[in-house]
C-alpha cells in the first residue's frame, strides 16, 4: 500500500503561483518546488526570482531554515487527503 497523495501549490510554499505539487511527503512537495523554482529561474520567470533566492538561501543556512521547514511540514501534515 502505497501512502496517500497531498497537494500544496507553489504560493503555499512562498512561491508567486498556483501550480500544484503533489507528494507523499512534505520533502516530496519541497522538492517538486526547488524543481519548479530552478525551471523558472532558467525561464527568466522574474516573478519566481525572489522565491528562487530564498530557497537557494535556505540549503545555504539550514538551521535558519528549519523554522520554514517545519511550518511546511505542519501544513503538509494537517491537509486532507484528497
Ligand atoms: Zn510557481
Redesign the pocket.
Known amino acids: 500500500m502505497t501512502a496517500p497523495t497531498k497537494t500544496m501549490t ?1 504560493r503555499d510554499l512562498g ?3 498556483d ?1 500544484e505539487h503533489e507528494g507523499t511527503t512534505a520533502d516530496e512537495v519541497i522538492n517538486a518546488q526547488d524543481r ?1 523554482l530552478k525551471e ?1 529561474e532558467r525561464a527568466g520567470d522574474a516573478g ?1 526570482q525572489e522565491a528562487r533566492d530564498a530557497m537557494k538561501g535556505r540549503w545555504r543556512h539550514p538551521k535558519r531554515s528549519l523554522d520554514w521547514y517545519n511550518g511546511v511540514k505542519r501544513a503538509f501534515a494537517e491537509r486532507p487527503v484528497r
Open positions: 507553489c512561491g508567486p503561483c501550480l519548479h523558472a519566481h
